[in-house]
């Protein structure tokens, strides 16, 4: 462009005008596009999964964009690397809610990320949905928990093991840190309640691949199932050294809470064949609806071979209920979308989900799934319906006594 | 009792495999050798590769990863070690820089990423590798069922040493390299090509440390960075055991799988592995040189 006296005079007098006129300016800008965040590992250890999580969240971005938007407007989201350290998820979400002024992010995977930036969200008022299955104990008026909670996965699973299998000794085994521990915490008391009882409750270093010992341990301990918080890579050891050892799945199954599609794939499924999984999701389900969420993640990411699995499928569905209580809420600001997303319900591609009114976690369906040799599940037992999170059910949390409500929490009951 | 002993005997014999190719190095040319553990990676990632792109399993992997990691190693030498023969710390820093370079030449697909092209087996993900079913389940020896895949494993390491121990005692280059191990001015006075033979005895123990990643794929996951724990493992025996004896590599690499395996089955493996490094540190203060090393002229 060619700059003579005319046209800076026009820019200029257009600028002045434009300036002059403020609330033209504010609702011409705004018409543009609702920002959100994306914040996972793009980079380090835990990016394999949490970029498979980012893509989950990016794939219903641009369904519901292709849909016309939210509120009539485009939905555009800002990426940002946590790099697999706790440090710095805090210092991107920082840059999020204060530099960007986004008001929702979708993000984390660790419980030790979320909780590194949890006192951000609280303190700017903003609002995290995130995805992942964890350990609970946790009532914040700033996280919508799209993923299970301990009494979601175990409340059925410890009495359908005890009953339907027939299991009455339990060896606990897990990754030492603060989801199996929690999660060993709820077992037991399901374990006892249910009549059975447990023999050993064991941890290993998080990462750890060398089995044998505790294999062997578990071999001697006369337990007639395996229940397994084991997370990461270390799945894939232990379920090779388990069956390396002469161990049999039909005689003394790992039940394990961890353990899904992505770590089947990976280890062969020939060492998972006819062990056990609860979760509210599996790739396996019949449905036209997952059928198509399927399809369409694989072709969002270009690979054919992609498997799906619960914490992507939340990863997926809290962007439609951020929508949906946007929506209802009129407006972008953390209070209106804490208020509208209580009671949001959602047809998943799992079924149908439903944010509590009390504690911001989604009503889930538990179901039981049981790996066969083509490294898929058949799901063997399941919940007629979705039922209540309680997040502090290993503290004597029940649906009728809650501890967390939309107060917040009552802590005088935590003792 | 029996499986016990065997756990213990499994977790000496990766340890040994570890450590034979840094007994070499170390033991024998004095270079702390930073970049042990990356070969180890590399002798995974060939297995990673040999699957994925030929079709071939970890049998026919070991051979190929053996060439490939020697080679390798053969290059470092001549490249890099060659000329800081005798400076400790420099080959130390140097060494370990190799070590990021490798990763991340692994982590990066030897720069292929920054192009858009994605090669299969390679990038910073975990890879995993199938095991051949014969090496699955468990194999019945008398009355007792042992785990085939750790049988396996132990099978490999008794033939990698016993091949190290004739190279090393029975052939005229094995010779010199002891000659090179006890004085190098004196071995070079005598006519031997110490260039040479350091060049070919780093390879060799390169290629040793790619055999150990063969085998530490069937365990584990493997990554980018795996190797530096193991690295640490194979520095802990070789300095218990002692400076350029590999009879005393062989017995401390025995010895600290034993002590793992039982304290482990015992207690557990985080006390299994405190303890390990505790005697480690017993060792190195009432024998400084090692359980087993040479007197020195």
């Known amino acids: 462009m060619i700059v003579n006296r005319r046209s800076l005079l026009k820019t200029t007098a257009a600028t002045v005008a434009a300036c002059t006129a403020p609330s033209l300016w504010r609702s011409a800008s705004a018409a543009d596009t609702i920002k959100v965040g994306a914040l996972y590992s793009q980079t380090g250890g835990l990016s394999i999964v949490e970029k498979l999580l980012a893509n989950a969240v990016m794939m219903a971005v641009s369904e519901i964009n292709a849909t016309g938007g939210v509120l009539g407007r485009q939905v555009e ?9 706790p440090k710095t998820f805090a210092e991107k979400a920082s840059k999020l809610i204060i530099e960007d002024r986004i008001s929702t992010v979708f993000g984390c995977h660790t419980s030790a990320s979320r909780k590194a930036v949890l006192p951000i969200f609280e303190r700017r008022n903003a609002m995290l949905f995130y995805q992942t299955h964890y350990e609970g104990f946790e009532c914040s008026r700033n996280v919508v928990y799209s993923g299970a909670v301990p009494n979601q996965q175990l409340g059925n699973y410890i009495p359908w093991i005890v009953k339907t299998l027939g299991k009455k000794k339990f060896f606990i085994v897990g990754s030492d840190y603060v989801y199996p521990r929690e999660m060993a915490k709820v077992s037991k008391k399901l374990i006892e309640a249910n009549g059975a009882q447990w023999t050993g409750d064991e941890y290993l270093e998080l990462g750890h691949s060398e089995w044998a010992a505790m294999v062997r341990k578990i071999k001697e301990s006369g337990a007639d199932v395996v229940l397994s918080n084991v997370v990461g890579d270390s799945i894939i050891s232990f379920y090779r050294e388990f069956k390396n050892q002469g161990l049999s799945q039909q005689t003394l199954p790992i039940c394990a809470t961890v353990t899904s599609e992505v770590e089947i794939a990976a280890m062969g499924a020939e060492y998972a064949a006819g062990s056990y999984t609860s979760f509210p999701y599996f790739m396996s389900i019949d449905t036209p609806a997952n059928k198509k969420f399927i399809e369409n993640f694989r072709k969002f990411t270009n690979d054919p071979k992609a498997v799906t699995y619960h914490s992507l499928e939340a990863a997926y569905f809290q962007v439609f209920l951020w929508k949906q209580a946007v929506e209802k809420a009129g407006n972008i600001s953390a209070d209106a979308i804490r208020a509208a997303v209580r009671g949001q319900t959602y047809d998943a591609p799992g079924g149908k989900v439903l944010i509590d009114a009390d504690n911001l976690h989604a009503w889930l369906k538990p179901r039981i799934g049981q790996w066969q040799a083509d490294g898929q599940s058949k799901v063997v037992d399941a919940y007629p319906e979705p039922i209540k999170p309680l997040p502090y059910s290993a503290y004597g949390e029940t649906a009728e006594n809650l501890y967390c409500t939309a107060k917040g929490l009552d802590a005088t009951k935590l003792n | 009792m029996i499986d016990i002993l065997f756990i213990g005997l499994s977790l000496g014999s990766i340890l040994l495999l570890v450590s034979l190719g840094l007994a070499i190095t170390y033991g024998s040319m004095g270079v702390i050798n930073m970049a042990h553990g990356e070969m180890v990676m590399l002798g ?14 970890l049998f026919v992997a070991i051979p190929i990863a053996f060439l490939v990691t020697a080679a390798i190693g053969f290059a470092i030498e001549r490249v890099v070690v060659r000329r800081l023969y005798g400076r400790l710390l420099d080959t130390l820093l140097a060494t370990w820089g190799i070590a990021i370079l490798l990763q991340q030449a692994v982590r990066l697909e030897f720069g292929l990423s920054f192009f858009g092209i994605h090669v299969d087996g390679l990038g910073p993900g975990l890879q995993n590798v199938a095991v051949p079913t014969l090496l699955q389940g468990t194999v019945a020896v008398g009355a007792v069922a042992l785990n085939s895949y750790r049988s396996f494993v132990i099978l490999v390491t008794l033939v990698t040493t016993l091949a190290t121990w004739i190279i090393l005692n029975r052939s005229p280059v094995g010779m010199q390299v002891r000659a090179i191990i006890r004085n190098p001015h004196m071995a070079a006075a005598c006519g031997i ?35 530096t724990p193991i690295a640490v493992d194979g520095f802990l025996v070789v300095v218990a055991g002692g400076l350029g004896s590999l009879s005393g590599t062989v017995m401390s690499a025995g ?10 089955t015992a207690t557990n493996d985080t006390i299994a592995r405190a303890v390990v490094f505790g005697v480690v540190i017993l060792i190195i ?6 359980l087993f090393s040479f007197k020195g002229r």
């Open chain 2, 44 to 57: 995974a990632y060939t297995t990673v590769l040999c699957g994925k792109w030929l079709g071939a399993n």
């Open chain 2, 285 to 290: 203060l009432l024998k400084p040189k090692g």
């Open chain 2, 255 to 264: 010895m600290l799988g034993e002590i793992n395996g039982l304290i482990a």
């Open chain 1, 77 to 85: 989201v800002i990426i940002e690397d946590g790099a697999s350290d």
């Open chain 2, 193 to 227: 090509d110490v260039k040479r033979i350091n060049s070919l005895t780093f390879a060799f123990g390169s290629g040793l440390a790619g055999i150990a990643g063969v085998m530490m794929s069937g365990f584990k996951s493997i990554f980018p960075d795996m190797g």
